[in-house]
């Protein structure tokens, strides 16, 4: 078929046209409603697609974990109620209003005991705290080092919590009547669990 020929096709009659031209004809219209579909259609839909893939693998990622998590389930009670019992058995530690008297007197009894001498034991002011209160007590003691180690160990055998802050020793100065012993300079804090007030 000749360039003059294709000119002088009628668009008015095609189904006179040689069958290549028609099938070429098709094809340019198939290609033409092709294109068109996955511009009107299929590029939105591929577009969504991609959207709903990257959804896909985020939730994939989170089942993953909350599926680990469900499988540690069993654990993490039990690790709870460790906690739970052992901050139970703390909490038991500190003693209530009625026996801090008593727990001062087994830190002076303590140092005693351990051969120290008091200069300075005076209980400051209660301080609150979340769910406890801070009673801090000013000590200057004398004695020596091995002393004051056996004081300290017996705090911590006693069977309230009490503990040492702010500690500085330092020698006596040659002209002070206990020289050749040391004096221990510390702030001990006890503690005292904050029962809760009955709703009014």
Do not use: C
Request: proline share 5%.
């Amino acid at each position: 078929m000749t360039f003059e020929e294709l000119n002088n096709l009628d668009f008015s009659n095609i189904g006179d046209w040689p069958s290549p031209v028609k099938a070429v004809a098709i094809l340019l219209v198939i290609g033409v409603v092709a294109a068109a579909g996955y511009y009107f259609d299929t590029k939105d839909r591929l577009a969504e697609l991609e959207k709903t893939e990257i959804q896909e693998q985020r939730l994939r990622t989170e089942f993953k974990k909350k599926q680990e998590k469900a499988a540690n389930l069993n654990a993490y009670k039990q690790q709870l109620e460790e906690m739970r019992q052992s901050f139970g058995a703390m909490l038991k530690q500190l003693p209530d209003k009625t026996e801090v008297a008593a727990l001062l007197v087994d830190v002076s009894q303590t140092g005693l005991a351990a051969g120290l001498e008091f200069e300075l034991f005076q209980p400051l002011g209660e301080v609150q705290k979340d769910f406890y209160a801070e009673l801090p007590i000013k000590l200057r003691v004398f004695g020596e080092y091995h002393e004051f180690g056996e004081f300290v160990s017996g705090l911590a055998a006693l069977p309230r919590i009490v503990t040492i802050h702010d500690v500085q020793i330092s020698p006596l100065p040659d002209k002070d009547p206990k020289f050749g012993k040391l004096v221990l300079e510390a702030t001990a804090k006890t503690y005292r669990y904050l029962e809760e007030e009955p709703e009014k």
